[in-house]
């Protein structure tokens, strides 16, 4: 049960209450470069928190994989661990007994992803490497949510909510600096162990820039209550299975992709530069996205991404050339954080002031897909020798979800 009619109080979700507050409070007009200081604060906070925390794993394991002679069985395994974390991690975020505020908590997401990062190019054994990952996925939700719940409700106070572009970007920014960072290091020969080391001190930085930026005028205390609307029924279950589907469908692709090209002796030598792409493409995704959502609905945006995102999978596998793999590089880059942003928005629209119950159900399943797609792909892999099978199964997946997504839509109130 999503709650219970009659219930009329709801401690809402930190990244749902946001819209609610905003609507009632008064607009406090200020220059823009009193918004775009915290909004590049916040930007550098989930390229640390998300694009580096929770992304670099994905250029690095293949150097770290041939030094340790890991299978992709237990690649897709510590995958897991990080996904798995970060549901505990965004469940632990919607609790309303949190003490304490949502800037205290970013900052603790942010030491955390630091830290684990770090400390990751400090250990060999399998189970050290799957415990890091797993809290390091508990900082990466921290951070994305009171990042988002924060800065989102900080701007949208002063009137300013178009600065969100801004900080959005910060997960791409996140995954192209730190595929430039590896590939430099790997150029010159470093280790794994180096790569993890230099990523965490980068982490370090980022953290450091981005505490000082945020602004602590904002940080009010994490449960607050507001006024809560009977639960909806079957277009919201339909968009929970979509979301469930779509974190499954992206994420073999974006956690094995550097892996298909190394593997591949005809596209190799694009293994420095398709991390890179994947990254630039999902900066400006979101505000392309949310562009579309204003001409399509919400539910007809979020399908085309996920449909894109489809041909972007197959792409990947099926396509082993130098368009092909710039072509899954920008598809699956450039929707799967557009898709994330359209998805939320669209349950928050029909939570009709039950968000905490609702994101937290969406969080719930978009994380069981995230957690069951590497271990998949990867046992799937030492059985065939190939991402062909598991990639197809999540382009399925996707083309599920854009049709769960517009057969339950209904027109917006």
């Not at 992803?113 to 050290?128: C, P």
């Not at 505490?211 to 940080?219: E, V």
């Amino acid at each position: 049960m999503l709650g219970k009619p009659g219930h009329c109080r709801d401690q809402r979700h930190p990244a749902g209450r946001m819209m609610h507050r905003a609507r009632e409070m008064p607009f406090d007009v200020t220059s823009g470069r009193d918004i775009f200081v915290p909004a590049l604060g916040g930007l550098i906070a989930l390229a640390v928190g998300i694009g580096i925390g929770r992304f670099v794993y994905t250029p690095i394991l293949p150097v770290m994989a041939a030094g340790l002679g890991l299978s992709k069985f237990s690649i897709g395994l510590i995958a897991s661990a990080n996904f798995a974390g970060y549901l505990v991690g965004a469940l632990l975020a919607s609790r309303t007994s949190l003490p304490g505020t949502r800037r205290l908590w970013l900052l603790i997401g942010l030491g955390g992803s630091a830290a684990t990062t770090a400390a990751m190019g400090l250990v060999q054994s399998m189970w050290a490497f799957v415990a890091l990952r797993f809290l390091g996925g508990i900082a990466s939700a921290l951070v994305l949510v009171f990042t988002s719940a924060l800065l989102l409700d900080f701007m949208a106070h002063r009137g300013r909510a178009g600065f969100s572009a801004i900080l959005f970007a910060g997960v791409g920014a996140g995954i192209a600096v730190s595929a430039v960072l590896v590939s430099s290091l790997r150029a010159t020969g470093q280790s794994w162990q180096t790569l993890w080391l230099a990523s965490g001190l980068l982490s370090v930085v980022g953290a450091f820039a981005a505490g000082q930026m945020i602004p602590t005028r904002t940080a009010v205390p994490v449960s607050e209550t507001a006024e809560c609307a009977p639960p909806p029924g079957r277009p919201l279950l339909g968009l929970v299975l979509a979301y469930g589907f779509f974190g499954f469908g992206y994420v073999i692709t974006a956690t094995f992709l550097v892996a298909i090209v190394r593997g591949n002796p005809a596209i190799r030598e694009l293994e420095p530069l398709v991390w890179v792409i994947f990254g630039l493409s999902a900066a400006p995704s979101v505000a392309l996205w949310n562009w579309l959502a204003t001409r399509l609905t919400i539910p007809g945006a979020f399908a085309l991404a996920a449909l894109v995102e489809a041909v972007g999978v197959l792409a990947s596998v099926g396509w082993s050339t130098t368009t092909g793999v710039f072509a899954a590089s920008v598809c699956v880059g450039g929707t799967f954080m557009g898709l994330t942003a359209l998805g939320l928005m669209r349950g928050r629209e029909l939570a009709r002031g039950n968000a905490r119950q609702v994101l937290g159900l969406m969080t719930s399943a978009f994380g069981v897909g995230q957690i069951l797609g590497p271990s998949f792909a990867g046992l799937v892999f030492d059985r065939t020798g190939s991402f062909i099978v598991p990639s197809i199964v999540a382009a399925i997946a996707l083309a599920v979800a854009a049709a769960l997504v517009l057969i339950q839509r209904r027109p917006s109130s």
